[in-house]
């Protein structure tokens, strides 16, 4: 059985081709798609979008980036830095970017 696992993204580094991901402003739902290019030198992303199939365009700093995956269960789930699930497991100890929830209750980058 799998569960699906949201992650928050503070840097076009931290997507790849085919990612899953949805846009957010606002608490408003901009778009949701897969991501088709990424420029990092800009922050901004070229997805497919879900709804349409066509391009989009999404800037990171104008909008809230989630990353959508499905983790299955009773395997450690994998650091948003590209971490493999074997160096993410038990005994093992990594240090790599994470979300942490601010006093408001909206996830913000560490």
Do not use: F, H, Q
């Amino acid at each position: 059985m799998a569960t699906l696992r949201k992650t928050t993204i503070c840097s076009s580094a931290e997507l790849r081709i085919d990612d899953d991901i949805e846009a957010w402003r606002n608490g408003m739902l901009l778009d949701r798609g897969r991501v088709s290019r990424a420029l990092s030198s800009v922050e901004m992303v070229w997805i497919v979008s879900a709804r349409t199939g066509a391009l989009a365009l999404i800037d990171l700093a104008a909008a809230d980036i989630v990353r959508i995956g499905v983790e299955p269960t009773g395997l450690p789930p994998a650091c948003s830095s590209g971490a493999s699930r074997r160096e993410a497991g038990i005994g093992g100890r990594i240090a790599c970017g994470v979300s942490v929830p601010s006093p408001r209750g909206k996830v913000r980058c560490a």
